[in-house]
């Protein structure tokens, strides 16, 4: 498996040399994005939705919208690569056995785990260069980390408020909370480990990490675009 992390860094790293490349070729700006990781429960939804919104009314050019791309990157990564609709559950953070994996593969039903991993890669490195989104999970912290213009965001919060947001958000009764939780968080967690060899809660991934259980949506929302709005003046 050490393998595939040097050979995705390096494919990370060759795609960005290329897209700084084209950048100064064509003289452009560097352009926004966010990426968001986390926890389950954690306003992760409430805070990427209400954060593009905000920065969309700061926005004086007409022709920037910024975008959010949470379930919406599904959709993304297989209109980019032309992928069929059978394939759009193996783009999820749900990570699978290398058997099941390979024998699925083998039997057509849908391309390996690493190829989709790559996609979706390819797909987050694009949607970076073009700025002026907010990417939520999926390693696009990682992926993007060496970008100009990004800021990175963990939303972390104390179990029993994200239980009791979770219940109430998705009308859950405690104990199916409870399994869905710990279902998400470590499917999140094996998937940055299993594709990038990275621990999720290693806070030197995140230029900011924020306990939603201390801080209302609204305050957290203002936090990061205004570090958005320092970061993007400093490297336009």
């Not at 306003?43 to 959010?68: D, F």
Request: aromatic share 8%; net charge neutral; hydrophobic share 35%.
């Amino acid at each position: 498996m050490s393998g595939y992390f040097t050979n995705y860094s390096s494919y990370i790293n060759s795609q960005l040399i290329s897209l700084e490349k084209k950048r100064r070729d064509e003289k452009r700006l560097v352009n926004p994005f966010v990426t968001i990781s986390r926890q389950t429960g954690a306003y992760g939804i409430t805070v990427s939705k209400g954060l593009c919104e905000s920065l969309q009314k700061l926005e004086k050019r007409a022709n920037c919208t910024w975008t959010l791309f949470d379930r919406e990157l599904i959709g993304k990564v297989a209109q980019d690569h032309n992928l069929p609709d059978r394939v759009l559950p193996y783009l999820s953070e749900a990570t699978i056995s290398e058997i099941q994996d390979i024998m699925e593969e083998l039997f057509d039903v849908h391309p390996s785990q690493y190829t989709l991993v790559h996609k979706t890669g390819e797909t987050i490195l694009h949607l970076a260069q073009l700025g002026f989104v907010v990417m939520v999970g999926r390693a696009s912290n990682i992926i993007t980390a060496k970008m100009p213009g990004g800021v990175h965001v963990r939303l972390i919060g104390p179990f029993d408020r994200r239980l009791q947001h979770i219940e109430e958000y998705y009308r859950m009764d405690e104990k199916k909370a409870l399994a869905f939780i710990h279902t998400e968080d470590q499917n999140r967690k094996d998937y940055v480990k299993k594709y990038f060899g990275r621990d999720i809660e290693d806070p030197l991934l995140y230029d900011l990490v924020i306990n939603t259980g201390k801080l209302k949506p609204h305050e957290i929302i203002h936090a990061i675009e205004d570090l958005v709005l320092k970061r993007f003046n400093s490297c336009s």
